[in-house]
């Protein structure tokens, strides 16, 4: 890991976590908590191994993440993030905050892991009736079917199908994030190979009150 050589926050900051990967795999530490070293390896596609091995070192040097020994039958190397590196989510929030009006630009071949959602959905996404009955939304695009919950005024995503959706999304990342945000329309989304099943009314539910 190279230095910049100076005495600012921000250098120093960048010292740490700036190299490339690195905080991509914070992300996924964020999003999955403990991780074995191939399931690091499956969330960033694209890393060589020999980097990720390379960057878990230098992280876990800069007490941004340790590793701990799984219980049998398991019994294979952890690797979490230490509070040090918890300290890092505000930042990831931010992050995502900022790079989410890129999102609308077309993905083409890039990968796409359906948990990455989470971060979007929890940041800008919001309960509107807050004081009507739970609504849960299926999005089926990426790897693995999410769900999104409603719930004391909060909107909450995590990884599985619901028991009993109030709406269903199929699609491809694009049309659902576009969908979801308010960017599209079900009817233009629609035309463009969405896929849905259920109560619209659930999207109205849950997307920002500018869409």
């Not at 040097?61 to 509070?83: D, S």
């Not at 040090?84 to 071949?109: F, K, S, T």
């Not at 409603?150 to 028991?163: I, K, S």
Request: some cysteine.
């Amino acid at each position: 890991m190279r230095s910049y050589g100076q005495y600012c926050s921000v250098a120093r900051a960048l010292d740490a976590i700036g190299d490339r990967w690195s905080l991509l795999i914070v992300r996924e530490l964020l999003l999955r908590g403990p991780c074995r070293y191939t399931d690091l390896l499956g969330g960033l596609p694209g890393i060589a191994t020999n980097l990720l091995a390379d960057r878990l070192r230098e992280l876990e040097k800069a007490g941004i993440l340790g590793r701990e020994q799984a219980p049998p039958p398991v019994a294979t190397a952890l690797f979490a993030l230490t509070p040090r590196g918890e300290q890092l989510a505000p930042v990831m929030r931010e992050l995502g905050r900022w790079g989410a009006p890129l999102m609308a630009e077309p993905g083409g071949d890039a990968a796409f892991r359906s948990r990455w959602l989470k971060l979007p959905v929890e940041l800008f996404l919001s309960d509107q009736t807050p004081d009507r009955p739970p609504v849960q939304i299926e999005l089926r695009t990426g790897d693995e079917p999410m769900t999104i919950r409603t719930g004391d005024g909060e909107v909450r995503a995590h990884p599985g199908a619901a028991e009993d959706p109030d709406l269903v999304l199929s699609g491809t990342p694009q049309l659902v994030i576009g969908v979801l945000s308010g960017r599209l329309g079900l009817g233009d989304a629609s035309a463009d190979g969405l896929q849905y099943d259920g109560d619209p009314g659930a999207l109205t539910r849950v997307r920002p009150p500018a869409a």
